[in-house]
């Protein structure tokens, strides 16, 4: 395999414009959306105006049509600066249009993508439940059909759904147990349930420790009706789309744990070329500069592996081991920089007047979501045939 380590103009002069909009939009802003906990749409429209939804969604359904590594650059330009505008958009293109995108039928594209893909409209992606996360198919949420009304009834609840109870949410697309399998096992479909659906309560999760200005959704479903036009892909293929999904979802955030360990990584060495003990600065200190340089190491190997997954990703190669590996190692390496970086800092390390202490908040949510350290780690061992 041949890999190119250039980056193409047209793909250095996108993450310019990222990095920019996030150091001159979110960074000042960071801060006071943390402490308030507040979801920004103002913000969440300037990223849409930036091109930053829809990014792997073809011309045809109004998306950019760029390539994965494009946009998980995207993110990884997001998370140097804040994680919470990061999760938003890496959320929304791997959950939320993606599943649309590659599993809708033509009329669903239609319908809903467009929207989708500006900025003006999130979808969320409703897969976990209070007592069904890791082992996703022990789903208790139900979809019945009802033949006198032609239509899917759904009750059960989902939680930690990001981007599905804002003011932007346009629907989620939610699992649910459609029948039992001789041996006992759910049969689990996907639905498009649209955000104002009756029976359908949405209530935002507060009191955070991580991307606290990142909208986070309870969802509660009582006899919600569900026609059978909404059915995304075909009964019975819930499990195989989700699990595909969460294969791609794993590159995103795989990039939200590059660009927070590379945000940390130059906070870090800011801060230690200006703060000077014992008559030198900080980076002139042995100790310090070790950190510094297995910072990043890691980064650099981070980056490799990430870039490499999404490569295979691109060039239609098996690539779930390597997002897996990925998705494990860029998470415990943007932990190890944060960490890392907050002792350096010492006591302003633990004061929010500095983005490191963010950081590492932001940090613990990566080695969980899309699938704990500890589910990767299951994942790759079943690649590698253990």
Same mark, same amino acid.
């Not at 939320?96 to 033509?106: D, F, Q, S």
């Not at 029948?179 to 309560?201: H, K, M, N, Y």
């Given at each position: 395999?041949?890999?190119?380590?250039?980056?193409?103009?047209?793909?250095?002069?996108?993450?310019?414009?990222?990095?920019?909009?996030?150091?001159? #939009?979110?960074?000042?802003?960071?801060?006071?959306?943390?402490?308030?906990?507040?979801?920004?749409? %103002?913000?969440?429209?300037?990223?849409?105006?930036?091109?930053?939804?829809?990014?792997?969604?073809?011309?045809?359904?109004?998306?950019? @049509?760029?390539?994965?590594?494009?946009?998980?650059?995207?993110?990884?330009?997001?998370?140097?600066?804040?994680?919470?505008? $990061?999760?938003?958009?890496?959320?929304?293109?791997?959950?939320?249009?993606?599943?649309?995108?590659?599993?809708?039928?033509? #009329?669903?594209?239609?319908?809903?993508?467009?929207?989708?893909?500006?900025?003006?409209?999130?979808? @969320?992606?409703?897969?976990?439940?209070?007592?069904? @996360?890791?082992?996703?198919?022990?789903?208790?949420?139900?979809?019945?059909?009802?033949?006198?009304?032609? =239509?899917?009834?759904?009750?059960?609840?989902? /939680?930690?759904?990001?981007?599905? *109870?804002?003011?932007?949410?346009?629907? /989620?697309?939610?699992?649910?147990?459609?029948?039992?399998?001789?041996?006992?096992?759910?049969?689990?479909? =996907? !639905?498009?349930?649209?955000?104002?659906?009756?029976?359908?309560?949405?209530?935002?999760?507060?009191?955070?420790?991580?991307?606290?200005?990142?909208?986070?959704? #309870? +969802?509660?479903?009582?006899?919600?009706?569900?026609?059978?036009?909404?059915?995304?892909?075909?009964?019975?293929?819930?499990?195989?789309?989700?699990?595909?999904?969460?294969?791609?979802?794993? +590159?995103?955030?795989?990039?939200?744990?590059?660009?927070?360990?590379?945000?940390?990584?130059?906070?870090? +060495?800011?801060?230690?070329?200006?703060?000077?003990? !014992?008559?030198?600065?900080?980076?002139?200190?042995?100790?310090?500069?070790?950190?510094?340089?297995?910072?990043?190491?890691?980064?650099?190997?981070? #980056?490799?592996?990430?870039?490499?997954? =999404?490569?295979?990703?691109?060039?239609?190669?098996? !690539?779930?081991?390597?997002?897996?590996?990925?998705?494990?190692? =860029?998470?415990?390496?943007? %932990?190890?920089?944060?960490?890392?970086?907050?002792?350096?800092?010492?006591?302003?390390?633990?004061?929010?007047?500095?983005?490191?202490?963010?950081?590492?908040?932001? $940090? *613990?949510?990566?080695?969980?979501?899309?699938?704990?350290?500890?589910?990767?780690?299951?994942?790759? @061992?079943?690649?590698?045939?253990?």
């Amino acid at each position: 395999m041949s890999y190119s380590y250039q980056e193409s103009d047209e793909l250095k002069l996108f993450r310019d414009s990222v990095s920019s909009f996030a150091r001159n #939009e979110i960074a000042p802003q960071a801060r006071e959306l943390d402490e308030k906990e507040k979801f920004s749409v %103002e913000l969440t429209k300037k990223m849409g105006d930036l091109g930053l939804f829809g990014t792997v969604v073809g011309s045809k359904y109004g998306g950019q @049509g760029m390539d994965y590594l494009s946009y998980i650059v995207a993110v990884e330009e997001l998370a140097k600066i804040d994680g919470s505008q $990061a999760a938003t958009i890496a959320a929304h293109n791997s959950l939320g249009a993606a599943p649309i995108y590659y599993y809708g039928n033509e #009329e669903q594209k239609k319908k809903y993508l467009p929207s989708l893909c500006t900025g003006s409209g999130l979808w @969320g992606f409703g897969l976990t439940e209070a007592e069904a @996360g890791s082992d996703a198919q022990a789903s208790r949420t139900t979809a019945t059909w009802n033949d006198a009304k032609k =239509c899917w009834v759904i009750n059960g609840s989902k /939680i930690w759904i990001t981007n599905s *109870a804002c003011e932007l949410t346009k629907g /989620i697309t939610v699992q649910a147990v459609t029948g039992r399998r001789p041996d006992g096992r759910a049969i689990l479909s =996907c !639905f498009l349930v649209e955000a104002q659906t009756a029976g359908l309560t949405r209530r935002p999760m507060k009191d955070k420790m991580m991307w606290r200005a990142s909208n986070t959704g #309870e +969802l509660y479903f009582d006899n919600i009706e569900v026609a059978q036009s909404q059915v995304l892909g075909e009964i019975g293929q819930g499990f195989k789309i989700m699990m595909e999904t969460l294969d791609n979802g794993r +590159l995103s955030i795989g990039a939200m744990g590059l660009g927070l360990a590379k945000g940390a990584f130059d906070l870090t +060495l800011k801060y230690a070329k200006e703060r000077k003990t !014992f008559g030198q600065t900080l980076s002139k200190h042995q100790a310090v500069s070790f950190k510094l340089a297995e910072m990043a190491t890691r980064i650099e190997a981070a #980056e490799g592996l990430l870039y490499k997954a =999404c490569w295979q990703k691109q060039n239609k190669i098996p !690539f779930e081991k390597v997002a897996a590996m990925a998705k494990l190692y =860029c998470s415990e390496v943007a %932990e190890y920089c944060a960490r890392e970086g907050q002792q350096t800092f010492g006591g302003y390390g633990l004061m929010k007047e500095y983005p490191i202490e963010r950081h590492y908040r932001d $940090a *613990a949510l990566l080695r969980i979501g899309e699938g704990t350290s500890e589910i990767q780690r299951i994942v790759i @061992g079943r690649h590698i045939g253990c």
